[in-house]
């Protein structure tokens, strides 16, 4: 709500509108949909952007940490796929876009141990945009589906993940001249505005500084 208000006072063209959403509850998720619909009329670009890691090795990790993963990354990106295109459906709508961020992550297994659960997530995101786009050429529909895939992104991730140590966390960021959230943005608009015959499948881009 404090961003929406920033955005009006600056005066940016159109409208930020928030919506209170627990994306690791599908019911909250349904109810999310079933509000767009009623005040919106429905979803012509869906942009699953949500996505955490948790420090949980392949050899000691918690389950809780991977189902936690599990359900936001990859539970949720295809609940909210599968809501947003049934909602163009509903209205015809024919040129609609589906766009999953994805990661660096999701094409190449690094050698940290507290990430390589959320890389398995991640490859899940690769695949399902993929099958989403075999899916949507069945269904004769000219619906795009795309992928980007960052580096690393200067936001609140490296903190969700070192949630126990804040200054490793910092560190992250420190280390290279890291992607702003204003690449991603950019990202998106360039994707969205290829020409209708343009699918564009993945952007891979990196911090140029970024060794892995």
């Known amino acids: 709500q404090k961003l929406a208000a920033e955005c009006q006072s600056a005066g940016y063209p159109g409208t930020?509108?928030?919506?209170k959403c627990d994306l690791s509850n599908e019911e909250e998720i349904l109810s999310m949909f079933s509000a767009i619909k009623t005040l919106h009329q429905g979803v012509d670009v869906c942009i699953n952007n949500a996505g955490l890691a948790r420090p949980e090795?392949?050899?000691s990790g918690r389950t809780e940490g991977w189902r936690t993963m599990i359900d936001v990354n990859v539970m949720?990106?295809?609940i909210c796929t599968r809501e947003a295109y049934q909602s163009m459906k509903e209205r015809n709508i024919d040129d609609g876009h589906i766009i999953n961020i994805n990661s660096?992550?999701?094409h190449s297994v690094v050698p940290q141990s507290v990430v390589h659960f959320y890389s398995?997530?991640?490859y899940a995101?690769?695949?399902l945009t993929e099958g989403l786009r075999q899916e949507l050429r069945e269904a004769r529909t000219h619906i795009r589906a795309t992928c980007i895939s960052p580096g690393l992104v200067e936001t609140g991730f490296a903190f969700k993940l070192h949630d126990n140590d804040p200054e490793r966390a910092a560190a992250t960021y420190e280390s290279i001249r890291c992607l702003k959230a204003e690449d991603m943005a950019s990202a998106v608009i360039y994707v969205l505005s290829a020409p209708p015959h343009v699918q564009i499948g993945?952007?891979?881009m990196r911090p140029t500084e970024q060794i892995s």
């Open 16 to 19: 930020l509108i928030p919506y």
């Open 76 to 78: 949720a990106v295809s």
């Open 120 to 122: 398995a997530t991640k």
């Open 57 to 59: 090795p392949l050899l």
């Open 202 to 204: 993945d952007i891979q």
């Open 125 to 127: 995101v690769t695949a």
């Open 104 to 106: 660096m992550n999701g």
